[in-house]
């Protein structure tokens, strides 16, 4: 039965000028409502799942109270100028929001074009000159990543795996990044690492900054397909929700398939033959869990090795995402962010001292608190090496 | 360009005290950016959205603040005092009635940063700090296996010292009841300066009930900073029904059978035969009934028992099984109608008032009959939604396109004042949950009477002589 055919009824009894008045209006201008005046119009109804709207705790740098700005600033009732814009940057892309959304929206989705468009006029917090000088002049969020890493990188040789650590990896977690490889090389494929410091383009991308995102991604793809590799594999969500989800839509092909290191682990779990008698809690990336749809990946992964998993107070897609230094709020207020990882840290080290995490991102956000935090991967190869 | 306009401002700006605020709490706890000031000078009253999208506004606060500690609040309400400026106090922001608004300017006072949780589970309640956000209690509960039992529509986005400023309720209110019934003790910041703390007791008779002065206060008295609440173990048994019954009047006397029975299922929906359409759409028996939906929840051998009273009690309706009602707990935190429709021109509303059962059948038609007879109202339809031994809550739902000749403000103030009047009329309560705010404020007088109304009016002389708190509403 059509759902909303009681409104029909409802409107029994009311005069027919009325009645056609709402008529016309339904039939006209309802499809001329746009997104980001919905959201404006919302009572914040997915708030609590924001983790800026839950430490930051304002008004507005919650999600709706951002696109309310952003509606203001769009129709032109405030100027734009460096205070009025700052609010659309308090954000971390984790799309948590859109969980809890009626519409389903992401408000990072709903205001990228206006951060876009005052990009594009050079108003924006002075707090992201530095990343964009990065993007633009080293490709990358970090000014010329120099890694120590160096894998047997050889574009003529056939191979199964082209391991992209991304960023974050390369800068910081150099041996873990080396280890992953012998795990690869464990469960039957020959592996190889891709260690150039070129970005996937995620914050330019998340920015609102459509030409750098693309140039960027052009040159990343341009040299992962020089590799003849049937897979490549990466741990971190962001990189592999851009090589497999957004860089389509710009026609943008990567030749090899694209996996999270959880997932291609999972399908050869077997293979390792492992089981732990461990406690752990984890944390859930909410790039994997919401924009990959992998909801219960990290922890089916883990039960599936024997921990007694604990689950903490929010996981899967109500997962509260750290402020890592891919979001855009890392760059805007490192106080904030900060904040955020350790309000994420204390509710999950009151479950266990092991805290699993499913990418280097979400290890450096955790790290420096205290207690254990491990990525997935690196977790294996310990548990392998122990043996 | 155009500039934000105030539209119910009602003193000067006062742009001396920002520097002041910095010295006192420091300049991280203070704002008086353009986009905060905006942020903070509205709540979620509907008609004020449809200022919104005109970029004006009720009216912006002086100074936003952002206090951490029981000591940032003393030197607010000291400073505040000593030189006779308005407090505000802010949590959720999701009141629907302009309690929230500065209409006279001076300090809004986001209170979200008071957010600690200490569960006492031997002792079964849990002490939450007053900016809380409500999905987040609920989830810290569960994680322990608990419940609060509280589920008003705002759960996702109000805070816990919002729900007692506004004596707020959830859907599942039959068992679990109200706020009030929910709170053991609290702790405020009142005039001049001073923590007041009122301890969690399973009960007390050691002198009138202080709690009691902070629920439905609105933040006349104080800044409520922590709330004592009772918990409960996460139900192990949940049953699901629901019935057709042939009017409001049959449905109104099965449910009111169930109550005097003792009986407690946790919700109980009755729902007139327009949004019986709504909720039933999946049901064909429905149409051109009343449906209600009944959630009974907790200890497995109670909730069978309660399940033999409802059966018993609505045995001449026709049952529906569980279909509406796994419908409504999945959409009924979908907030989308202000969303979907103010947009277009038109103003959406709820209204809910509570009455005794001997008149709850005239109140509703009178109420409708009311509503519909408005030039440009489209839609008015109710359900009822909180049930006692004494009575029912009714929750009325309207929607109008005022054509040219009238204003919306002229058709929403029109609707309005239909309302209230039948429900002074039928000597019923003008409100049941969502409280007074700037709304509601010329019927209070009325629907309490004048000697109650003076009351209240000596005791905020005596805690706020010089009316900091909320100035401004319940016009008080």
């Known amino acids: 039965m059509f759902k909303d055919k009681w409104v029909i009824e409802a409107m029994k009894g009311t005069s027919l000028g009325t009645k056609l008045s709402a008529l016309k209006r339904f039939i006209l201008d309802k499809s001329k409502i746009d997104d980001l005046t919905k959201c404006a119009l919302c009572p914040n109804m997915c708030r609590f799942a924001c983790p800026i709207n839950i430490v930051h705790a304002r008004e507005t740098t919650s999600p709706a109270g951002k696109s309310r700005i952003a509606y203001l600033l769009r129709e032109n009732f405030i100027p734009v100028n460096q205070d009025n814009v700052e609010p659309l940057y308090y954000c971390i892309n984790c799309d948590a929001c859109s969980v809890h959304c009626p519409y389903s929206y992401s408000v990072n989705d709903l205001i990228k074009p206006m951060r876009s468009n005052i990009l594009s006029s050079g108003i924006y917090p002075s707090s992201i000159n530095a990343l964009i000088n990065n993007l633009k002049e080293s490709k990358c969020i970090y000014p010329e990543l120099k890694t120590r890493v160096s894998g047997s990188i050889n574009n003529e040789e056939k191979i199964d795996v082209l391991y992209f650590p991304g960023c974050i990896a390369l800068k910081y977690y150099e041996n873990e990044v080396m280890g992953a490889l012998r795990i690869f090389e464990k469960i039957g494929f020959k592996a190889s690492l891709f260690n150039k410091p070129i970005d996937c383009g995620y914050i330019a991308y998340e920015l609102g900054i459509e030409s750098l995102f693309i140039e960027i991604a052009r040159s990343l793809v341009d040299e992962l397909n020089k590799f003849d590799a049937r897979f490549i594999v990466s741990p971190c969500p962001e990189c592999v929700y851009m090589l497999r989800e957004v860089y389509p839509h710009y026609k943008i092909k990567v030749r090899a398939k694209i996996y999270h290191t959880l997932e291609f682990i999972s399908n050869h779990l077997d293979k390792l033959d492992l089981r732990i008698s461990d406690e752990a809690t984890y944390h859930d990336s909410t790039t994997l869990s919401i924009k990959l749809d992998e909801p219960e990946l990290l922890l089916d992964v883990l039960s599936r090795l024997g921990i007694k998993v604990i689950s903490p107070v929010r996981y899967g897609k109500n997962s509260f995402e750290t402020a890592s230094e891919n979001s855009i709020l890392y760059w805007v207020n490192k106080d904030l962010a900060n904040e955020i990882n350790k309000e994420r840290f204390n509710e999950l080290r009151r479950f266990s001292s092991k805290i699993i995490v499913p990418s280097y991102a979400s290890k450096k956000s955790l790290e420096g608190f205290g207690g254990e935090v491990i990525e997935i991967m690196e977790f294996l190869l310990k548990e392998i090496e122990k043996r | 360009m155009n500039e934000i306009k105030e539209v119910m401002r009602k003193a000067p700006r006062n742009r001396e005290i920002i520097n002041e605020l910095m010295k006192l709490l420091g300049a991280r706890k203070v704002s008086d950016k353009l986009t905060d000031l905006i942020s903070y000078s509205h709540d979620y009253w509907p008609i004020t959205f449809q200022w919104f999208l005109k970029g004006e506004v009720p009216s912006l606060p002086d100074a936003v603040v952002f206090p951490d500690s029981i000591q940032d609040l003393i030197k607010l309400v000291k400073f505040a005092n000593e030189n006779n400026i308005p407090i505000y106090t802010y949590g959720g922001g999701s009141g629907v009635l302009g309690a929230a608004v500065p209409e006279y300017g001076g300090i809004v006072v986001d209170m979200k940063k008071f957010r600690n949780i200490e569960i006492y589970p031997e002792d079964m309640y849990v002490e939450a700090g007053a900016g809380v956000n409500g999905m987040a209690l609920e989830m810290f509960l569960n994680r322990y296996g608990f419940t609060l039992g509280h589920f008003p529509q705002s759960l996702y986005t109000s805070t816990v010292g919002g729900w007692i400023s506004t004596k707020a309720i959830g859907q599942f209110s039959v068992k679990y009841g109200g706020i009030e019934d929910m709170l053991l003790g609290l702790e405020a910041v009142i005039p001049p300066g001073e923590h007041l703390i009122i301890k969690p007791d399973p009960r007390a008779a050691v002198g009138p009930d202080l709690k009691s002065l902070f629920v439905e206060s609105e933040g006349l008295f104080g800044i409520i900073t922590k709330a004592y609440l009772k918990i409960w173990p996460y139900p192990e048994k949940r049953i699901l029904l629901s019935y057709a019954s042939p009017d409001l009047e049959d449905a109104l006397r099965s449910v009111r059978k169930i109550m005097i029975s003792g009986a ?101 038609n009178d109420v409708i009959n009311a509503i519909k007879s408005i030039e440009g109202t489209l839609i008015a339809f109710a359900h009822a939604s909180h049930f006692y031994p004494q009575g029912v809550c009714f929750y009325f739902i309207f929607g109008g396109l005022p054509g040219k000749e009238k204003g919306v403000l002229e058709y929403y103030n029109e609707v309005w004042s239909s309302v209230m009047n039948a429900v002074i009329k039928y000597n019923g309560a003008i409100s049941h949950h969502h409280g007074v705010g700037r709304m509601r404020s010329k019927w209070i007088k009325k629907s309490i009477g004048e000697s109650a109304f003076n009351l209240i009016k000596r005791i905020k002389e005596a805690i706020d002589g010089k009316n900091i708190m909320n100035r401004g509403n319940m016009v008080i």
């Open chain 2, 264 to 364: 407690r299922p946790a919700v109980i929906r009755v729902y007139d035969k327009v949004e019986t359409l709504k909720w039933f759409y999946m049901s064909k028996k429905a149409k051109g009934r009343v449906g209600t939906i009944i959630v009974i929840e907790g200890n497995k051998d109670l909730v069978e028992a309660e399940r033999r009273i409802v059966e018993d009690a609505f045995s001449s309706s026709i049952p529906l099984g569980e279909e509406p009602v796994k419908y409504w707990l999945k959409n009924r935190f979908n907030v989308r109608e202000i969303s979907d429709y103010l947009p277009l021109g038109i103003i959406i509303d709820t209204i809910e008032v509570a009455v005794g059962w001997s008149n709850a059948i005239n109140l509703y």
